[in-house]
C-alpha cells in the first residue's frame, strides 16, 4: 500500500505521524521501550498536541527479536498468529547515554538517541537491515485518500460493519514499518505466491482468495519473508498486511496494517535453512505424516459422473496396468449437489458407503473425502446450526449467507468451541465408517461485515479462519488415526499452518504455462516455512493434452505428494495415451523405490522445519547464479529436479558448484553453470548432489514398508571438497531405524551399520554392487 507520491511528497488524503527521533530509553527486565514523538522535540513547548509513537522491543525466542509499534494503547486486545514456540525470559537489555540495546542469542537491536529515529539490527559482526528516517509511522487516510489498494476497502468494510453510520466519516488509521533494503539483497516468501519466487519490486496484499494460480492472489498467504542477508521478518498480523518490496521506496521493504499498532518479529539465521528452523520453532513445525501418504492419489475429479463402479473401474484398471495406488481420493460430489457441506453420502450413487470403503480397504487403500467449512441452506445442518448458534452471524444477529458456490451457504464458526465441537462430530461419523484423509478445501472467501463469537476482529479473522477450520480437522484426525497418521489435503492457510499438512498448490490451468506457476507458488510456500506440498497433476481447469499430462505427471511425482485430479475430465493415464501409461509407472516406481530418502526428508521437515521440496537458494545460499531460480528444485538434500515445461522436451537448468549424476545414465558432470538438454517423456534432469549417499528401497508397489529389508546404498562420486565420512539414517515407518557410516579412501568405501539386517552398496561411478550380511562391507574401488 503506498502512501506517498514520489521521494517528496503524499497521496492525496495521507496525513503521517512519523516517528522522528529517540527521546528516551526505558529499560525492563527483558524489554526495551523507547518513546518516539512525532516531531523533534526542542522545547518544552513541543511536548504539547503532539502524538508519540511507543516502540517495545522483547524476545520471544533467541535470534528473534520482536518490535511492536503503538499509537494508542488503550485499544481493546487484538489477536496475533499462535506463536507456540514463544518462551518468556529472553533478551538481555542495556542502555547507556546515547543508546539501548536488546540482544537475544548472537542478534542484536540497537536503538540511538536523537534524531532522526535509528532501530539497527546486527549479528555476526555486521549490519543486517536498519529502520532509519521516516520508517514507522502512523498514518491517518481520510475518506477521499487516493491510496490504490484493497485494504484501504477491507479496512472500511470492517469498520463499516460494526461503526455506527454518523461515525463512519472518521479517518481510516493504519501503522507502518520499513526495513532497509541492501545493494544485492533479494527477499523471498510471503506464503504461496505465483509470480517469481524473487519479490524484489512486487507490491504484495496479504489477503487470502480464491483466485486461482495465473493470478496475484493467492490462497496461501503468510506475512513472512527472508532475505539473502541472514534475516527473515514476520509480521504478527493475521489480517491484511500490505507489502511495498521495493516497490515505494526501492531502498526499503514497506509493511502497513490497519489499526494504532504493528509488531513484527525479525529472525536471525547464518543460512536460509537457519532462519526457517527458528520462524517454525517459533511459529509451529509441521506434523509427521505418515508414509502411506507419499504414494499415488487418484481422485474422480470434481463435475465428472461417477459412482462405486466407476470408482472400482479404475482402481482396477490402474492394477492390471501395475500402477501402483496409494489413496483414493472422492471429491465434491459425494454428497449430494446444493446439500454442502451435510457429510452424508449420496445414497444415489452410494448406497453403501460403510461397505464400499471396506472393500477399497481390503484392496491396501486409503481413502480421502473431500470438505469445506461451509453448510448450505439445503443441508440438514443448516437448521441445526443455526439453532445452536453455531453459524457466523452478521452484526444485526442474523445468519451470514450468500449464494456463491453454494446455494443459501453458511459458515461455521470455529471461534466458538462449541461450534467446533459439533463440526468433529459430524467427521467422526466418516471416520468410523473408514474415511482416513479429509481434503479441506476452501476457507478463503470470508466476509467482513460479520461478527464472531468471541468477539474476533472480522479483518484479522478473514486469514484466520482457515488455520481453525483446518486445525478443527487435524485434531479429529490424530484423535482418530493416531499422531503420525493424520493428513490433510488442504488448499488455504496462513502462518502457523504448516503445522497441518498437507497443501496442495490450488486450481492450475492445463498448460505448460501453468505448470511453471504452480512450481513457483510451491516454492514461495517452501520459503514460508511449509514442509510438504502437492498439486494437481495435469492441471485442474480444462483437460491437458497428453504431453502437459506426461510431463506433470514426472513433475508430480517428484514431489513430496502426488495427485491425478481435475475438474470436468478423468485423470486416469490411459485417457491420453499409453505412453502415459509407462511414464505414471516409471515415476511412481521410482518415488516409492526413492522412500527411504522421501521419508527421511519429510522426518527432518517435521524436526526442524526445512522442507522436503526446496528452492535451490536453500541449498546454496551463496551461489549468485542460484538466486533468482524458480523453475526447478532439490528433493531433499541432495536430488536436484528440472521439470520439463516445453512440448518439444527441451529443459535449461542450473547446477551449482560441484559434480553431479544423472540419476537415469550414471554420468557425472561439473557444475557451476547452466546446462541444456533433450528428454523424452521417461526421464527429466534428476540429478545427485556430489557425495550423496541415497537409500534406495526394494519394493515399488507400495510406500509403507520395510525400507531396511533388501535396502541398497547409492553412493555417488565424491569431490575433493566433499566430507570423507558421511552418515546416513534410515527410518521405516514403525519408527524402527538403522545408522550407516560410509568412510571414503582414495582405493576404498567402507560402509558400516548399526543393524546386522544384509544390505547392498552399489558405487555408482563403478556401476558394481556388493551385500553386506554381517553390518559391515569393503568395496575397493
Given amino acids: 500500500m503506498k502512501f506517498t507520491d514520489g521521494f517528496w511528497q503524499l497521496r492525496p488524503g495521507v496525513t503521517p505521524l512519523y516517528a522522528a527521533e529517540v527521546y528516551d530509553l526505558e529499560a525492563g527486565e527483558n524489554s526495551l521501550v523507547v518513546s518516539a514523538p512525532t516531531k523533534v522535540i526542542q522545547t518544552r513547548g513541543d511536548t504539547l498536541n503532539r502524538a508519540l509513537l511507543t516502540v517495545t522491543l522483547t524476545s520471544p525466542l533467541p535470534n528473534i527479536v520482536g518490535v511492536k509499534v503503538e499509537h494508542f494503547t488503550g485499544g481493546l486486545p487484538q489477536f496475533g498468529f499462535d506463536l507456540v514456540g514463544a518462551e518468556a525470559g529472553h533478551g538481555e537489555v542495556q542502555v547507556t547515554d546515547d543508546r539501548g540495546t536488546l540482544t537475544s542469542g548472537a542478534l542484536t537491536a540497537t536503538v540511538s538517541k536523537g534524531a532522526p529515529f535509528a532501530l539497527e539490527f546486527s549479528a555476526g559482526g555486521r549490519v543486517l537491515t536498519t529502520s532509519g528516517d521516516k520508517s514507522l509511522a502512523h498514518m491517518e487516510l481520510t475518506a477521499d485518500a487516493e491510496v490504490p489498494s484493497g485494504i484501504v476497502g477491507n479496512a472500511r468494510a470492517a469498520a463499516s460493519a460494526h461503526t455506527p453510520i454518523s461515525a463512519q466519516g472518521h479517518p ?17 516468501g510471503l506464503g504461496e505466491r505465483f509470480g517469481p519466487v524473487v519479490k524484489n519490486g512486487q507490491v504484495v496484499d496479504v489477503w487470502n482468495a480464491d483466485g486461482g494460480t495465473s493470478s496475484e492472489q493467492a490462497y496461501k498467504n503468510v506475512p513472512f519473508y527472508l532475505t539473502n542477508r541472514g534475516y527473515g521478518v514476520l509480521v504478527n498480523h493475521p489480517g491484511h498486511v500490505s507489502y511495498e518490496i521495493g516497490s515505494e521506496n526501492v531502498e526499503r521493504v514497506q509493511f502497513s496494517v490497519p489499526g494504532e499498532s504493528l509488531e513484527y518479529f525479525l529472525i536471525y539465521g547464518d543460512t536460509p535453512k537457519e532462519i526457517l528452523e527458528r520462524y517454525t520453532a517459533l511459529t509451529g513445525r509441521p506434523a509427521h505424516v505418515p508414509a502411506w501418504s507419499y504414494g499415488l492419489w487418484l481422485t474422480t475429479s470434481f463435475t465428472t459422473d461417477y459412482d462405486e463402479e466407476t470408482v472400482n473401474g479404475f482402481i482396477d484398471a490402474m492394477a492390471e496396468r501395475d500402477l501402483p495406488l496409494s489413496v483414493f481420493h472422492f471429491d465434491c460430489f459425494w454428497m449430494r449437489e446444493f446439500n454442502w457441506s451435510d457429510f ?91 474415511v482416513d484423509a479429509f481434503k479441506t478445501d476452501f476457507g478463503e472467501r470470508i466476509p467482513l461485515e460479520v461478527d464472531y463469537f468471541d468477539g474476533s476482529s472480522p479483518e484479522r479473522m478473514h486469514n484466520y479462519y482457515t488455520h481453525l477450520y483446518n486445525q478443527a480437522v487435524f485434531e479429529v484426525l490424530e484423535e482418530a488415526r ?73 513433475f508430480g511425482l517428484l514431489s513430496s505428494h502426488s495427485r491425478f485430479h481435475g475438474s470436468d475430465s478423468y485423470r486416469v493415464p490411459w485417457v491420453f495415451d499409453e505412453e502415459a501409461v509407462d511414464v505414471t509407472r516409471v515415476f511412481t516406481k521410482l518415488k516409492l523405490s526413492l522412500m527411504p530418502y522421501l521419508y527421511s526428508a519429510g522426518l527432518a521437515a517435521s524436526a526442524t522445519g526445512v522442507p522436503v521440496l526446496r528452492p535451490t537458494q536453500l541449498e546454496f545460499p551463496d551461489d549468485r547464479g542460484a538466486a533468482h531460480l524458480d523453475a526447478q528444485y ?133 556401476d558394481r554392487l556388493i551385500v553386506a550380511t554381517n553390518g559391515e562391507a569393503v568395496f575397493t574401488l
Fill in 634 to 766: 532439490l528433493l531433499g538434500a541432495d536430488l536436484l529436479v528440472a521439470p520439463v515445461f516445453t512440448a518439444d522436451g527441451s529443459v535449461s537448468f542450473y547446477l551449482p558448484a560441484g559434480l553431479w549424476t544423472n540419476y537415469f545414465t550414471g554420468e557425472s558432470v561439473v557444475g557451476g553453470g547452466w546446462r541444456t538438454e533433450q528428454h523424452g517423456y521417461l526421464t527429466v534432469p534428476l540429478y545427485v548432489r556430489e557425495g550423496a549417499v541415497l537409500p534406495l528401497g526394494a519394493r515399488t508397489d507400495r510406500p509403507d514398508y520395510d525400507y531396511l529389508e533388501g535396502l541398497t546404498l547409492l553412493v555417488y562420486p565424491s569431490g575433493a571438497s566433499a566430507d570423507r565420512v558421511k552418515e546416513v539414517t534410515v527410518t521405516n515407518p514403525d519408527g524402527s531405524s538403522a545408522q550407516f557410516t560410509i568412510e571414503r579412501e582414495s582405493s576404498q568405501v567402507r560402509v558400516t551399520s548399526s543393524s546386522s539386517q544384509p544390505f547392498s552398496i552399489r558405487v555408482v561411478e563403478h
Fill in 344 to 434: 452424508e453420502w449420496d445414497a444415489r450413487v452410494f448406497p453403501d458407503p460403510t461397505g464400499m470403503l471396506q472393500r477399497l480397504h481390503d484392496k491396501n487403500l486409503h481413502v480421502c473425502v473431500w470438505i469445506n467449512p461451509y453448510i448450505a441452506q439445503r443441508s440438514q445442518l443448516f437448521a441445526e446450526g443455526a439453532a445452536l448458534g453455531f453459524l457466523v452471524k452478521r452484526p444485526d444477529g442474523s445468519v451470514w449467507q450468500w449464494d456463491l458456490w453454494q446455494a443459501g451457504m453458511a459458515l461455521v464458526d470455529f471461534t466458538n468451541p462449541a461450534a467446533t465441537k459439533w463440526y468433529q462430530s459430524k467427521l467422526r461419523v466418516l471416520l468410523d465408517q473408514g
Fill in 172 to 188: 481510516l488509521t493504519f501503522t507502518l514499518a520499513q526495513l532497509s533494503l541492501g545493494v544485492g539483497e533479494l527477499v523471498y
Fill in 482 to 554: 493416531g499422531v503420525g497418521d493424520a493428513v490433510l489435503f488442504a488448499r488455504s492457510a496462513t502462518a502457523g499452518g504448516q503445522q497441518l499438512p498437507v497443501h496442495w498448490g490450488g486450481d492450475s490451468t492445463s498448460t505448460y504455462d501453468s505448470m511453471a506457476e504452480t512450481l513457483r507458488g510451491g516454492l514461495s510456500l517452501a520459503f514460508s516455512g511449509f514442509g510438504f506440498w502437492s498439486h494437481d497433476i495435469g492441471g485442474f481447469e480444462g483437460t491437458p493434452d497428453a504431453g502437459v499430462f506426461k510431463r506433470w505427471t514426472a
